[in-house]
């Protein structure tokens, strides 16, 4: 075994990438722990924090895709350092906000600012990681983004009980940006121009490809609609965990706000464990079997079943330590389908991993923008906690049968028309 070296190019890279993450995930969650503060002092119902937890999915969902062609056209380090600038500042603005109106408008601003993030980071992958390690690449990078799930509410209940909820978002935003200049510093777009970089690790990269100038939007949009769809099935979990679990453990077992968080915390780590080890399993599996559906269709269905059956016990059961296992389990098998569905667009599409990568994650973010008002609709109307995950295992059962439609293992290919299309810069 290789051993890692954590000054090599591809190193320095991937770590980059996993901060970032941790970033992102940090400045877009912290608003749910913050809520205990900013709902109280501006008067907001739940349906109203459902808004401020969604208002930033909708140019989310816009930039999706958007960015996805941008980053695959003019490059990850440039899309990342214009995005990253947005997004921090963004963060800033959240602490100066005066009412929901004032809210609502910095987490537009946060949409907009993180909408390009991830595709761009899948199209910089799909140069600077090797096939066989994509799954924990994925993986690992989106680990770290539930690292800032889980540190979230401890971190902003410490700031919010020294200083205030406006100054959690000060101190985000200033690390955002700080992120942007390093980044700027150490990243370079093709491997064979970093500083760092070696002939043993060119070797096992992706062999550099000429730069298609244009994308064929209809048939790549019928190849990953499947992938969509699955992804959204996982969204609405994933949003309805992020928005609400926080708030779940302090109203429904009357927890204080400490502690609260600390539940929170435990339900997140397991996502952290579920990413880690789903992006190794993947690739574990394709490298025994070289089968991408076995790989990564039957891993993802797999694991949505499993965290289908963990949440059955929550509609049962009132006790709080067996809610925070079943939540944690559902959660841990949630994001054990992360590594698959993020190596699948790379799989599908290298060459547009940005704007395939991009069309996928539009099924999180519109479920986004709605699994928490729909959350906090369903709270307010029957007073029930527990409610809102009906939809999750509905959700989770449909992405069970769904998986197997994606075919990572049937590579998207243009075909002459399409490649003469591509090179005038016209979609087919």
């Known amino acids: 075994?290789?051993?890692?070296?954590?000054?090599?190019?591809?190193?320095?890279?991937?770590?980059?990438?996993?901060?970032?993450?941790?970033?992102?995930?940090?400045?877009?969650?912290?608003?749910?722990?913050?809520?205990?503060?900013?709902?109280?002092?501006?008067?907001?119902?739940?349906?109203?924090?459902?808004?401020?937890?969604?208002?930033?999915?909708?140019?989310?969902?816009?930039?999706?895709?958007?960015?996805?062609?941008?980053?695959?056209?003019?490059?990850?380090?440039?899309?990342?350092?214009?995005?990253?600038?947005?997004?921090g500042v963004a963060t800033l603005l959240t602490g100066f906000a005066?009412?929901?109106?004032?809210?609502?408008?910095?987490?537009?601003?946060?949409?907009?600012?993180?909408?390009?993030?991830?595709?761009?980071?899948?199209?910089?992958?799909?140069?600077?990681?090797?096939?066989?390690k994509r799954g924990f690449a994925q993986g690992i990078t989106h680990a770290a983004s539930r690292i800032g799930n889980a540190v979230a509410p401890g971190l902003i209940v410490l700031v919010m009980a020294t200083w205030g909820w406006r100054e959690s978002f000060y101190i985000c935003?200033?690390?955002?940006?700080?992120?942007?200049?390093?980044?700027?510093?150490?990243?370079?777009?093709?491997?064979?121009?970093?500083?760092?970089?070696?002939?043993?690790?060119?070797?096992?990269?992706?062999?550099?490809?000429?730069?298609?100038?244009?994308?064929?939007?209809?048939?790549?949009?019928?190849?990953?609609?499947?992938?969509?769809?699955?992804?959204f099935c996982y969204g609405w979990t994933l949003w309805l965990f992020l928005s609400w679990i926080p708030q779940y453990f302090l109203h429904s077992y009357h927890l204080q706000l400490q502690k609260s968080a600390i539940f929170a915390s435990v339900v997140f780590f397991a996502g952290v464990l579920g990413d880690t080890l789903g992006g190794i399993v993947t690739d574990w599996i394709f490298?025994?079997?070289?089968s991408l559906k076995c790989a990564r269709s039957w891993m993802v269905s797999v694991c949505m079943f499993f965290c289908l059956l963990s949440l059955i016990p929550l509609m049962f059961t009132h006790?709080?330590?067996?809610?925070?296992?079943?939540?944690?389990?559902?959660?841990?098998?949630?994001?054990?389908?992360?590594?698959?569905?993020?190596?699948?667009?790379?799989?599908i599409a290298p060459e547009y991993s940005g704007t395939a990568s991009g069309m996928m994650n539009t099924g999180s973010a519109l479920a986004a923008i709605i699994s928490p008002v729909v959350g906090g609709f369903l709270i307010d109307y029957f007073g029930s906690w527990e409610l809102p995950f009906v939809g999750s295992m509905l959700l989770m059962a449909i992405g069970v049968v769904l998986a197997f439609r994606m075919q990572p293992e049937s590579k998207f290919e243009l075909g002459a028309a399409d490649k003469a299309h591509a090179t005038t810069g016209v979609g087919a």
């Not at 290789?2 to 400045?27: E, G, N, P, Q, W």
């Not at 093709?190 to 939007?217: F, M, Q, S």
């Not at 490298?287 to 070289?290: A, L, S, Y």
């Open 287 to 290: 490298t025994r079997t070289r």
């Open 173 to 231: 935003g200033v690390f955002s940006l700080l992120w942007v200049a390093v980044w700027a510093f150490t990243f370079t777009e093709h491997p064979k121009d970093h500083p760092r970089i070696t002939n043993e690790e060119l070797e096992v990269l992706p062999a550099p490809k000429p730069k298609a100038a244009g994308v064929p939007w209809k048939k790549l949009f019928r190849r990953m609609w499947p992938v969509t769809i699955v992804y």
């Open 98 to 132: 005066g009412g929901l109106v004032s809210l609502l408008a910095a987490r537009v601003l946060l949409g907009f600012g993180e909408g390009a993030t991830f595709p761009a980071a899948t199209s910089a992958m799909a140069r600077w990681v090797a096939k066989e």
């Open 319 to 347: 006790d709080l330590y067996l809610s925070m296992a079943c939540l944690a389990s559902g959660f841990f098998f949630a994001e054990m389908t992360i590594g698959p569905m993020w190596a699948i667009p790379m799989d």
């Open 1 to 87: 075994m290789k051993r890692f070296r954590v000054s090599s190019a591809t190193s320095i890279v991937l770590v980059m990438l996993c901060i970032m993450y941790f970033i992102t995930y940090l400045d877009r969650v912290n608003v749910s722990t913050a809520a205990a503060g900013f709902g109280k002092e501006f008067g907001l119902s739940h349906t109203e924090v459902g808004l401020v937890f969604s208002a930033f999915a909708y140019p989310y969902l816009i930039f999706q895709i958007i960015g996805g062609w941008v980053s695959d056209r003019f490059g990850a380090k440039r899309t990342l350092i214009f995005c990253g600038a947005i997004w």
